[in-house]
């Protein structure tokens, strides 16, 4: 029963303190719940989204189509943010089955689909609304309330870019997306599985985004292994994880994978050199 795989094998039931929720200035989880606030970030480069566009010769600031090599003169110039097509759409890999969690005791809930609308809301962040069809457990199906059988439904989520791992330049920074609940201090999403109540809280960091070229469809990915993110953390960071309780009881870390594909309405880069 999916009971007993939430309380696992240890009766002790390890307690795991959540440490996503704390102040803008100290957490990167607290800027998720609050637009823009990464700038605290301890790194002089904080990658943003934007546009490298062409303009008439000699009035840029970048030599080349990516904005990564300042030039005086240039024939491009970097728009921060993305334009009046700022809307985009994700879409599980076609075959790939996703992880919407596991938790570090072994319990496990599959979906077979994700399809996601999402908008880019500032130069460093995005908001999205997600839903996953075809979601079970060992145990049986997995609804949220109101919605169709195995059928999913997350609360609205805020992204927003971080430095993953510092590279020994700012050309070479590694960039991921932590999404959390717009609501402060909401959960990521309740719902039921074979009767009993489950609420996914926290956030959760997505792998290695492609940076410093304008992509119309970038991959878009998560991972984890037996429960634990990879990666956890923003480097120099706290822990930013998700947390899984059954009937509100002790939360158990849990691990989110997805293999997707996020399609823009126009090619828009992630720049960490601006």
Known sequence: MIAAAFRGKDSTGEELVMRFR????????????????LAGQAFAEAPEFGRCVAVPKGTGNYSTSKCTSHSAGGTFEWLPGAGAKNKFTVTNDAGKSITLLETVKGTKLICTALTAEG????????ELKTRLNGCKTSGGQCNSAGAY????VLEPLQGVLGVVKKGTTAATNKVGLDFSPTTAGG???????????LEMTGSVISRELKTNAMLLSPPLKFAETKGKQKPESFEGLPRDVLETSEE??????????????QTNEEKIEINTVV
Not at 119 to 126: A, D, L
Not at 187 to 197: R, S
Request: proline share 6%.
């Open 187 to 197: 959960p990521v999403v309740q719902f039921e599985c074979i009767g009993l109540l």
């Open 22 to 37: 704390t102040t803008i200035a100290t957490c990167v989880t607290g800027a998720l719940v609050a637009s823009g606030a």
């Open 149 to 152: 059988h195995e059928e999913i």
């Open 119 to 126: 908008e880019y809301t500032g130069p460093t962040s995005v």
């Open 248 to 261: 509100h009881g002790t939360p158990l870390q849990s691990g989110f994978g997805l293999e997707a594909v």
